[in-house]
């Protein structure tokens, strides 16, 4: 949790841009004396409770909780999180945790993209976060079959290894097909959602423009109001 002050200088700037919004991330402190972020993934070995314990109450919890008051004190009513493996909030209920915690400044920036690594359903999380969706990323992860089926989704080869990963970012399309997006754009306006979708680009296999070119061009065939 070292990046207070470069958060703090980013609201700051929000502020004095009219910007409302702020797209972050919760953080992952180390344990008790630890250096680097400890993301525990497991309920064992048993200590793993007590880093989490540490994490929760002691750190992450009083860190949201003033840098709450200090986004609400500069006119920026919005930090929106997004649910990121490697951080204490990557889920709807750690997301919950949190927000039950510091209160509604708190809310998402919704990436699909880590959720469907991760095992979970985007659009059942839609759902349950409706109006606490502050902001949208429109971006697609593709599962390798192979890998998979050996190593399963718990994947440290870097993004660049994309031939032997487990799973890997990729445009839109490219992972959930169009009728999947469809039921993505469909499943925000049902919970009121009609605001920005921000293409993030992370496919190594295809250069940026053409990524964004296809992605613009689904998202146009399958947002509300697109022929079916």
Request: glycine share 10%.
């Amino acid at each position: 949790m070292d990046s207070g002050p470069r958060s703090r200088k980013t609201i700051a700037l929000a502020s004095l841009l009219g910007v409302e919004r702020v797209v972050m991330m919760s953080g992952c402190p180390g344990g008790p004396g630890d250096a680097n972020a400890n993301w525990v993934t497991t309920c064992w070995p048993p200590e793993t409770q007590k880093i989490l314990r540490y994490q929760w109450e002691e750190v992450l919890i009083p860190y949201w909780r003033d840098l709450v008051a200090y986004s609400g004190g500069l006119g920026v009513g919005k930090l929106c999180l997004e649910l990121h493996g490697h951080q204490n909030v990557y889920s709807v209920s750690t997301f919950f945790r949190l927000r039950d915690a510091v209160g509604e400044t708190v809310g998402i920036n919704f990436d699909p993209s880590h959720l469907l690594w991760m095992g979970a359903d985007p659009l059942a999380a839609i759902a349950a976060l409706g109006s606490a969706i502050y902001h949208v990323h429109a971006k697609d992860t593709r599962l390798e079959p192979e890998a998979l089926a050996l190593d399963g989704r718990i994947e440290i080869r870097p993004a660049e290894d994309f031939t032997h990963r487990a799973w890997n970012y990729v445009t839109l399309g490219r992972g959930h097909d169009e009728t999947w997006w469809r039921r993505f754009c469909q499943a925000l306006t049902a919970i009121g959602y009609e605001d920005v979708l921000s293409i993030e680009h992370e496919d190594l296999a295809l250069p940026p423009i053409d990524g964004v070119k296809q992605s613009v061009a689904l998202l146009r065939r399958v947002m509300p109001g697109a022929a079916a």
